[in-house]
């Protein structure tokens, strides 16, 4: 079983950072937000990965979740920036939207 080490603080800048430890070899898995109305998305895409992106579906409950996997054999740092919106009533846009950087630390 794989063994993950997440930190996470907020910034002055009001994004929330979270600070991720993982293998080369290891998937990372960030749950955002679930409403109907609600959303996320990538602002800032990982440079070094296999797998950067969110998936919503029955396997994560309708939640969605922001999956990311190293590229093959890369160590060293990598960095993610997610915009998560909430309070929407369907009828009119989001009413916070809550930004967090996903700072990867890959090791062997």
Avoid at 34 to 40: F, Q, R, S, Y
Avoid at 87 to 103: I, M, Q, Y
Wanted: some cysteine; hydrophobic content about 40%; proline content about 4%.
């Amino acid at each position: 079983m794989a063994c993950v080490l997440v930190q996470s603080c907020a910034e002055a800048s009001s994004i929330e950072t979270v600070h991720v430890s993982l293998q080369s070899a290891e998937t990372f898995q960030y749950p955002t937000v679930g409403g109907d109305e609600e959303g996320a998305r990538i602002a800032t895409q990982a440079t070094h990965y296999s797998v950067s992106e969110f998936r919503r579906n029955a396997a994560t409950n309708w939640v969605a979740v922001y999956v990311y996997r190293p590229a093959s054999g890369f160590v060293g740092s990598d960095y993610a920036e997610l915009e998560i919106s909430t309070g929407s009533d369907g009828a009119s846009p989001p009413t916070s939207v809550k930004k967090v950087a996903l700072r990867f630390a890959i090791h062997h």
